[in-house]
Every structure is written in structure tokens, then in C-alpha cells.
């Protein structure tokens, strides 16, 4: 994988997701707090994927923000008629393009309404890949397990601990490292 020269390599993990990526499928979620560099890794792990299918006409790709999907679908609620129904369809099938980048998790508009369209999303995940029809997935949250659990229900965090390999990165966000402060 080509990492840009300001990512700060940390050469265990990067084995670790390196390994994972090298296979037909896989679903990762990173954890951790803002700016510790989740996007950063996950940028790069769907930049070296799409590389190699992005001339396969097939191959179907995605990279959105949480809210960006949510706010999707609440647009395509808004729709009628066939319209309507194809843009639920796309908004619901997320998760299933070839290759996925779901960015911030947990950043969108929180409600009972965005919680079970998650919850949705995730379970017509869970059903393909246990009918084999698996992906590639890569999912960013500065929720921790307790906090998926909370906002989307046990069920979606269960489903979630049984096909993806869940990463909490520990290190400090390189944004506050940089903070230049001045004070009068």
C-alpha cells in the first residue's frame, strides 16, 4: 500500500489492515477519538482496493459520510412514486457495493428514525454476507463498542462483533499535537 509521506506509519497496524486487505473479502471498523487518524488509514486502504478494479466496469465503489447517507435517504423519502422506491433501494444498499468507505458513524443527525435506518442497513449487510455474498467494507466512528451499542441497538453492534474486525486506535489526534496556541 502507498501511504503519503505525513501519515505516521505504524508498522504493526499497518501489517495488520495490510493483511486484511489482501483478501476477497473483509469488513474493518476503526474506532478511536477524533483525529487519530482513522480516515487517514481507511483513505488509504480503499485508494489501494479501487486501484486495482477501478478499470473492472463492474467493480462498484462508494465512499459517503454517515451523514451524507442518512441525509440520502431522507431525500429519497421525499420522493414519490418509482422514484422514490429506486432511491430508498440505493440509499438502504449502502453497505453492498464491492468496495465501501462509511466515514463517521455516529457524526449524523441522531434519532430514532437515522437509528433504524443504520440498523437496516446493517442487517441487509449481515444477510448477504451469511448467504456468502461478501465485500469489502471499511467503516470510521469515534464511537466505541458500548457507544455503537447505545446508539444503534445491541443487535446491530452483535452483528457488527460477528463479521468485522473491530480496530480502536489509541494515539492522540495529530490535530491537537499541531495546535498552536497563542495567548494575551
Request: charged share 25%; proline share 1%.
Amino acid at each position: 500500500m502507498k501511504y503519503p509521506d505525513w501519515y505516521q506509519k505504524n508498522a504493526k497496524l499497518c501489517a495488520y489492515i495490510e493483511e486484511l486487505a489482501a483478501k476477497d473479502s473483509f469488513a474493518i471498523l476503526l474506532t478511536g477519538k477524533p483525529g487519530c487518524g482513522k480516515t487517514a488509514i481507511a483513505e488509504i486502504v480503499f485508494d489501494h482496493i479501487y486501484a486495482m478494479y477501478k478499470n473492472d466496469s463492474r467493480f462498484s465503489y462508494v465512499a459517503i459520510s454517515a451523514d451524507k447517507m442518512y441525509s440520502n435517504y431522507m431525500a429519497a423519502m421525499n420522493q414519490s412514486g418509482s422514484e422514490r422506491t429506486a432511491a430508498i433501494e440505493k440509499a438502504e444498499r449502502y453497505l453492498m457495493y464491492d468496495l465501501v468507505l462509511l466515514d463517521e458513524l455516529g457524526c449524523e443527525i441522531s434519532s430514532d428514525a437515522s437509528a433504524s435506518y443504520f440498523a437496516r442497513v446493517f442487517s441487509m449487510q449481515y444477510e448477504a454476507w451469511k448467504d456468502g455474498k461478501r465485500n469489502r467494507v471499511i467503516i470510521t466512528t469515534n464511537l466505541n463498542i458500548e457507544g455503537i451499542a447505545s446508539v444503534y441497538g445491541s443487535r446491530v453492534m452483535d452483528r457488527i462483533a460477528e463479521f468485522y474486525h473491530v480496530i480502536t486506535l489509541t494515539n492522540d489526534s495529530w490535530r491537537m499535537k499541531n495546535l498552536k496556541q497563542v495567548r494575551f
